[in-house]
């Protein structure tokens, strides 16, 4: 059954810090609902250790999809968890971060009547716990947004919400930090730019994400990986002739 918006929170070994992230996920979704939209959640885990799985099935409420997944790899479990989305829209959360109450109705709001181009990101992400510092998204129908400075750092967070028709055409790719490679939410932001998709921002709307000294992105970086190849890692693309000529 269609819906306007599918939910999906992502669990790995975040033990009791997913307390606070189903508790935020769920006041999200129901604030969404009482400003009168269809909202469906999935809980979704990846080999989660015992108590992890445990603060999920606490939290389970009415969701429709309790999925357990065996794949180590985040991408691999958001595209498999957004191929049975039944949504117009999707969107992610993770479960040691926290969405703020009104950020679903925000991002539904903005999105209403915009292009299904259209992928909508909050204004601020705020790391808390190991930082306390604020990250700014840049709004890609900007002047601050620049094609070059994107092929070389990532310019949003894979907390979003966009069309599900995207993540079906423009899945995540796979992460092996082991074989050198990472950034899978930042070659997806390099693909979305590339076939077209816009990265919007969403107007004094923000997100907080906990910064763990073992989270994924410090694995990462200190493994020195890379991103994988996409299209615009090649300067030939056309984005960067456009870009030149407004530059």
Known sequence: MSCDLTCIITGHREGRLAVASLRSFWAAIDAARAAGHAVEARLVL????????????????????????????????????????????????????LWSEDWLVQALGFLEGAPETHIAHPAYNYFFEQQATIFCHVDQESDAFRPDLLRIANYWDALCVCPTAIYHEIPFCDRDIEAGYAYEDWVWNCETVAAGKVHKVVPESVLFKRRQNNSQTIKASASKSLGRRNPLTDYTHPIYERSATEG
């Open 46 to 97: 990846d080999r989660p250790n015992p108590l992890t799985h445990a603060v999920f099935e606490a939290h389970r409420k009415d969701a429709v999809a309790f999925e357990i997944y065996d794949h180590g790899d985040q991408g691999k479990v958001r595209n498999e968890a957004v191929a049975r989305a039944n949504g117009r829209y999707t969107a992610f959360l993770d479960a040691d971060d």
